[in-house]
Each structure stands twice: as C-alpha cells, then as structure tokens.
C-alpha cells in the first residue's frame, strides 16, 4: 500500500526554484510531525526541514533562508519550497514521518545543472 508519494522534482538551472509536494496516508500524516529528506549519490540520508503537526519549522544549515517546509493538515499533505538552488541541492526528496516513520517512499529526483 503507498502510503507517500513525492512528486515536484526536475531539472532547474541554478538559483532556481522548485516546489516539493507529499501526499501522505493519514495514518501516518494525522497528528505527526513530518519531514523532507534529501540522498544525493554515494551519500546518507540527511534531513532538510521539519513541521511540527502546528507549524513549527526546523531547517538543516545549508538550507536555511532558502527552504521553506509548509503543511496543510486538511489535506494530508507537506510542501518544501525550494529558492536559490545550488548544485548541492542535487539529490533525490523523500518525505516522512519525523517520529514512527513508515516505509520510505520512491522519492522525487531535484536535479540542479546549467
């Protein structure tokens, strides 16, 4: 059963702009702080931003002033804009529970290249 889909990724030229959608279950979205997560190749998983199920944002370093994670709890989904891509920005997106996470979900490739 899916319980995450990312969708939003492609290639951007950097300083570029993408924005990142999750649609996830309700089970795993309802009361639950959620999170982006980034792998760029030969690299671990890393987290990029988080929200709180009432709004509060957490960001990774390197993201910070450029991200910006969004939630709409009506309709179980999470959104990560992204401003001011960087070639380091390359990796592929996933989306998740920050605590009880469930299975990992295929992920959105954001490729950023001139």
């Known amino acids: 059963q899916v319980q995450l889909v990312e969708s939003g990724g492609g290639l951007v030229q950097p300083g570029g702009s993408l924005r990142l959608s999750c649609a996830a279950s309700d089970s795993i979205f309802r009361g639950n702080a959620m999170g982006w997560y980034r792998q760029a190749p030969g690299k671990q998983r890393e987290s990029v931003a988080s929200i709180t199920s009432r709004g509060l944002t957490n960001y990774a370093d390197s993201v910070k002033g450029r991200f910006t994670i969004s939630r709409d709890n009506a309709k179980n989904a999470v959104y990560l804009q992204m401003n001011s891509l960087k070639s380091d920005d390359t990796a592929v997106y996933y989306c998740?529970?920050?605590?009880?996470?469930?299975?990992w979900g295929q992920g959105t490739q954001v490729t950023v290249s001139s």
């Open positions: 998740n529970a920050v605590l009880f996470r469930s299975s």
